[in-house]
């Protein structure tokens, strides 16, 4: 395909040449929020859980709360940061850089650890809705509790990492072998055979 070569546009097609970031704080209005750190030994990041086999437990996105953290910051509205960014917190006196947990925009609220091996950076699973699954492979489609292991990436050039589909009627759990950094809500999981492009679907 004469496509095939091309560079990828990272910008807004409809709207020309702007970074999403720059969008967003044009057409989004600012609101202030607090920003709350949540400390590396919170009993949240409980890792007796990795070792479950239920399945719910382990692809889990975890619930964070005000209570569990202290107010470091202020900020300009949820909407504008995504898991695992560093840049435009604003956050000083910290002996390791802050790093986005995750965001609350019903509260408008933004929880956030330090430094980059914050154990709130690290997900074992995560879950796709049945609606939500898509398969470019009609012929492979998972039945009801079939498991089938395959290549996942969450993220624009991300390295490919092996995890486990494991269908069910509610969805796909997906069953990381070794923990994965900055999985959000919203983001698009893909799974690959090899180099050929299996699945996709929406992470809950």
Known sequence: MLTADKKDSQGLCFVGKVRLPEFLQQQL?????QIIEIPAHSKLYD????QSENLTELCAEIRYQESDGKVVGEHNGAHY?????????N?????????VLA???????????????????QRKGLFIPKNDAHWIRPDLILADQ?????????RYRQALVPAVLHARPEGLYVVFNAPV?????????????????IGSGVIQ
């Not at 209005?29 to 929020?33: A, E, I, V």
């Not at 890792?47 to 990795?50: D, G, N, R």
């Not at 940061?81 to 917190?89: I, N, S």
């Open 29 to 33: 209005l600012p609101k202030k929020g």
């Open 47 to 50: 890792q007796s859980v990795w």
């Open 81 to 89: 940061y995504t898991v695992g960014q560093r840049k435009g917190l």
């Open 91 to 99: 956050i000083g006196g910290k002996a390791e850089g802050m790093f």
């Open 103 to 121: 965001t609350d925009t019903q509260t408008n609220t933004i929880y956030v650890g330090m430094g980059d091996h914050h154990p709130g950076l």
């Open 146 to 154: 079939q498991s089938c292991e395959y290549l996942l990436r969450i």
């Open 181 to 197: 950094k900055a999985v959000a809500k919203g983001q698009f999981a893909a799974w690959y055979d090899g180099e050929e492009l």
